[in-house]
């Protein structure tokens, strides 16, 4: 459960932080991540992999579950970001 929302998390911060960096007015609303974010999702996948055994193929559809789940959401992403923006604020990063 915690690995699975510090998944969702990181690439909610990745979506975000890219989309800020491509001016999307959408992300505005957001936090910048700029390299928090990114940071975020780099250990989160690292952990995966080294904690968790996973492999980079898995760990790469894990994480493209996780985009689709907030392309077939709109609002799944905002729903995310406040206890996701505790968790990196608690993650030190």
């Known amino acids: 459960m915690e ?3 510090a998944l969702r998390c990181g690439v909610a ?3 975000i932080s890219n989309g800020q960096k491509a001016d999307d007015p959408e992300m505005r ?3 910048q991540l700029g ?3 990114r940071e975020f999702f780099v ?3 690292a ?3 080294d904690d968790g055994g ?3 193929d898995t760990v790469a559809r894990l994480v493209l579950r996780e985009v689709k789940a ?3 959401n709109e609002e799944l992403l905002g729903d995310v970001m406040p206890a996701c923006t505790l968790l990196l604020d608690a993650s030190g990063v």
């Open 3 to 5: 690995q699975q929302s």
């Open 43 to 45: 250990r989160t996948t």
């Open 70 to 72: 907030f392309e077939d």
């Open 54 to 56: 996973f492999g980079r």
């Open 29 to 31: 609303q957001y936090p």
């Open 13 to 15: 911060f990745a979506l």
């Open 35 to 37: 390299e928090r974010g």
């Open 47 to 49: 952990r995966l992999m």
